[in-house]
Nanobody, 127 residues
């Protein structure tokens, strides 16, 4: 079992920044990936990016968000961060992290295979 807790959401001013955290605990996590996703009202859940807790490069989704969003990890504490810069109103969504023992490429394309999800944190981008 893996527990994931997101934090850091809130109201972000247009052009501003927010940093979200995803704290993972539970099973031995060495073989797990953690991905960041978001779901805006009325839209499908979108994969933003993914990182392996055993190391390796971050894999980003196919979105143009790549230039504004950065994913990193705290290897000591099993916490993964989503740094969001140049916020826009269109970034308004629930942001979730998920974990599983799959490749990042799989996690971003096949969200339904991911067994462990956090509760999500709301981000509202103001104009």
């Amino acid at each position: 079992q893996v527990q994931l807790v997101e934090s850091g959401g809130g109201l972000g001013q247009a052009g501003g920044s927010l940093r979200l955290s995803c704290a993972a605990s539970g099973s031995t996590l060495d073989n797990y990936i953690i991905g960041w996703f978001r779901q805006a009202p009325g839209k499908a859940r979108e994969g933003l990016g993914c990182i392996s807790l055993s190391g390796g490069p971050t894999v980003y989704g196919d979105s143009a968000l790549r230039g504004r969003f950065t994913i990193s990890s705290d290897n000591v504490g099993n916490t993964v961060y989503l740094q969001m810069n140049s916020l826009e109103p269109e970034d308004t969504a629930v942001y979730l992290c998920a974990a599983d023992e799959v490749a990042c490429s799989t996690a971003l394309r096949r969200l339904k295979v991911l067994d462990y999800w956090g509760q999500g944190t709301q981000v509202t981008g103001s104009s």
